[in-house]
Structure formats: C-alpha cells, structure tokens
C-alpha cells in the first residue's frame, strides 16, 4: 500500500474539491485509522454497534487538524465505500467538533461526480435537518459508555469556512 499523504495531494480545496481517502465505511463500528507512521491502516478498537458511522469517514492526505491527525471527511454517498478507496470530493460544509479538548473539525464532502443525486448536494442545508442533526446525535454521543462528556459539537460551517479548515491544515503539515 502507498503512503498516501506522499502519493496524494490535499486537492482543489480553494475550488472545492478535495482527494480524501475512506478510513470506516458507512455502518461499520470497527474505528480504522490511517497509522500516518506506518503507512497503512489499523484497527484502532471496535465500538459498541449502536455507535457505528452513519456516514462514511475519511481525512485529507497532506493535512494536519489541530489534534495532530489528518483532517477528517465525512463522506456522504448512499452507501459505504470501502476502507482505503480515495475519491476526488465535493466540498460542501464543515462539522465544528472538539473531542477531549481539541477542535477536531469533520470536513463533509459528497463524491464529485455523483450520478446518482445528479450532483445535486451543493452545500449541508442541501442534506436536510434531519440528516444534521443525526450527525450532531452521533458525534455528540459516541464516547459516551466510555469517556462520557469528552465531545462537543459546536455547529456548522459553510463551503467557506471549510476551505479555510482546509487552508489551515495543509499549512500546519507543511510546517511539521
């Protein structure tokens, strides 16, 4: 397997477009991560089914959130795409989320080339209030039989506001 923040650039970010590569399928409630020494994927610890990913979960080689992993994607397709594809995707908002302290942003994108909903997902409002706020139930609920009180979602960001998520990440794995 390639390391992929060497065979991989971040993207188009300030057009939109960002290349993310699949760490937990859709449903899964095995927490798979890109082991960035290493260079390859890990089971880090398998969590409670009730807790599985409502929708798939990436990051963005070349990038560096603010708690020192690659920044995550949420990547939203009407089903699980499996652990270490990468796709070209759609920037269409940005999850502002703190996890033990640190701001540990989920970047959402959609496929770029969806036939599927006729690429038809331009930004989070387009995915519902519902969709939302199941997003916000998971992330605000996930460590809770375990490290209870740990998470905090703190809203939704635009197009923009994720492309300076975006900005801000390349920077900071450039300056490691």
Not at 3 to 17: A, K, Q, S
Not at 100 to 118: F, H, L, S
Not at 155 to 172: L, M, Q
Request: net charge negative; charged share 30%.
């Amino acid at each position: 397997m390639a390391d992929f923040n060497v065979v991989l650039e971040p993207g188009d970010y300030e057009n939109g477009l960002v290349n993310t590569v699949v760490e937990i399928p859709q449903g899964s409630s095995l927490k798979v991560e890109w082991d960035r020494k290493r260079a390859c994927f890990m089971l880090d610890r398998v969590e409670p089914q009730i807790f599985a990913k409502p929708v798939n979960y990436g990051f963005i080689p070349g990038t560096l959130d603010e708690d020192g992993d690659e920044l995550d994607t949420l990547v939203v397709c009407h089903e699980p795409i499996a652990t270490g594809v990468w796709l070209e995707g759609k920037v269409i908002g940005v999850l502002n989320f703190e996890d033990d302290g640190e701001m540990d942003y989920k970047v959402v994108v959609v496929p770029a080339d969806d036939r599927n909903t006729g690429d038809s997902i331009n930004s989070i409002d387009d995915l519902g209030e519902r969709w939302k706020q199941q997003i916000e139930y998971h992330f605000a609920h996930y460590k809770d039989l375990k490290k209870p009180g740990t998470t905090n979602v703190q809203g939704w960001g635009d197009v923009e506001a994720a492309k300076a998520v975006i900005a801000e990440s390349i920077e900071r794995f450039k300056n490691q």
